[in-house]
């Protein structure tokens, strides 16, 4: 396996990082856009904290297909490794330059797929004739990431507060021993507040849970679109709303049209907490939406 990796860098850091976790390269090179500066910025904090050489390296014009390709082109030109090029992120047209560049220089390409619950990263090759040919498809580990790399690699900094109530302590201890990890009450500055974030496997999930008269409100799913705007942690993390009672049939609709999971706990209402009888109602829905815990 080549032990450097070019990367091109988009809102989604996670793409990135699970080839880079998985195939373990000594060296990794991130092309990012004034757009996507800080997820660069991020994703390099983790990696060098794991030891690993890391470089980024800027594009100008993230559509302009001409320069990308000579920005990619030299930065293998100059490279004493064997070079490995991740066409998952990016622009388009970063990913077209990328593929020329791999055609162009001989070199080895991958590209990583989301398929349901599974993650499947595909290798090409070009073969004497120039021809492209497709040489492997490896499943993803279940174990590539943790919370914190997450959180980390979308928000940087971020810190934990302990001022959370019974009805999300409960929904906490209830999820724990069926999902891979969890935590609670996540903060980034004064704007971005997150009552859950789950793992299972490499999937990853928030939720933003009411009761009483706020649960039939449209307060959460306004709290869950902010907290997955491109600037947190993307329109790819999974997003529950976690209440007490039932859903006006509106909201409901609105929910389901921003790809928002709600739970609607009813034997729970005005308890305080999730009791008994909600608990596997619960537990299905998240590890429905996720997978099971692995």
């Given at each position: 396996?080549?032990?450097?990796?070019?990367?091109?860098?988009?809102?989604?850091?996670v793409?990135?990082?699970?080839?880079?976790?998985?195939?373990?390269?000594?060296e990794?090179?991130?092309?990012?856009?004034?757009f996507?500066?800080?997820r660069?910025?991020?994703?390099?904090?983790?990696?060098?904290?794991e030891g690993?050489?890391?470089e980024?390296?800027?594009?100008?014009?993230?559509?302009?297909?001409?320069d990308?390709?000579?920005t990619?082109?030299?930065?293998?030109?100059?490279?004493?490794?064997s070079?490995?090029?991740?066409?998952?992120?990016?622009?388009k047209?970063?990913?077209?330059?990328g593929?020329?560049?791999?055609?162009?220089?001989n070199?080895?390409?991958?590209y990583?797929q989301?398929?349901?619950?599974?993650n499947?990263?595909?290798?090409?090759?070009?073969?004497?004739?120039?021809n492209?040919?497709?040489n492997?498809?490896?499943e993803?580990?279940d174990?590539?990431?943790?919370i914190?790399?997450?959180?980390?690699?979308?928000?940087?900094?971020?810190?934990?507060?302990?001022n959370?109530?019974?009805?999300?302590?409960s929904?906490?201890?209830?999820?724990?021993?069926?999902?891979?990890?969890?935590?609670?009450?996540?903060?980034?500055g004064?704007s971005?507040?997150?009552?859950?974030?789950?793992?299972?496997?490499?999937?990853?999930?928030?939720?933003?849970l009411?009761?009483?008269?706020?649960?039939?409100?449209?307060?959460?799913?306004?709290?869950?679109?902010?907290?997955?705007?491109?600037?947190?942690?993307?329109?790819?993390?999974?997003?529950?709303?976690?209440?007490?009672r039932?859903?006006?049939?509106?909201?409901?609709?609105?929910a389901r049209?921003?790809?928002?999971?709600?739970?609607?706990?009813?034997?729970?209402?005005?308890?305080?907490?999730?009791?008994d009888?909600?608990?596997?109602?619960?537990?299905?829905?998240?590890?429905?939406?996720?997978?099971?815990?692995?």
């Open positions: 396996m080549a032990k450097k990796m070019l990367c091109l860098i988009g809102e989604q850091p793409p990135n990082l699970l080839p880079i976790r998985e195939l373990k390269p000594k990794v090179v991130l092309f990012y856009t004034t996507t500066e800080e660069s910025k991020y994703l390099r904090s983790v990696l060098i904290n690993i050489i890391c980024q390296v800027k594009v100008d014009d993230p559509y302009h297909i001409e990308i390709v000579a990619i082109g030299d930065e293998v030109d100059s490279s004493n490794s070079c490995l090029l991740n066409l998952t992120g990016g622009t047209p970063m990913a077209i330059a593929f020329e560049v791999s055609r162009e220089k070199i080895h390409f991958c990583l989301s398929e349901g619950k599974r499947l990263l595909f290798f090409y090759s070009w073969n004497d004739d120039n492209l040919q497709a492997d498809v490896r993803m580990r174990d590539l990431i943790t914190d790399d997450y959180l980390k690699t979308h928000l940087g900094e971020y810190h934990q507060w302990n959370w109530n019974n009805f999300e302590r929904a906490y201890e209830t999820l724990k021993p069926h999902v891979t990890e969890i935590t609670h009450s996540i903060r980034k004064g971005l507040e997150i009552d859950l974030i789950f793992r299972c496997g490499n999937r990853v999930g928030i939720a933003e009411k009761t009483g008269k706020s649960a039939t409100e449209k307060e959460g799913i306004d709290q869950l679109n902010a907290a997955c705007a491109r600037e947190y942690l993307g329109t790819y993390t999974n997003k529950f709303l976690i209440i007490d039932k859903y006006p049939p509106n909201n409901k609709e609105l049209a921003w790809n928002i999971n709600v739970i609607e706990l009813t034997e729970s209402k005005d308890k305080g907490y999730v009791v009888a909600d608990k596997e109602k619960l537990v299905r829905a998240v590890t429905g939406a996720l997978g099971e815990k692995k």
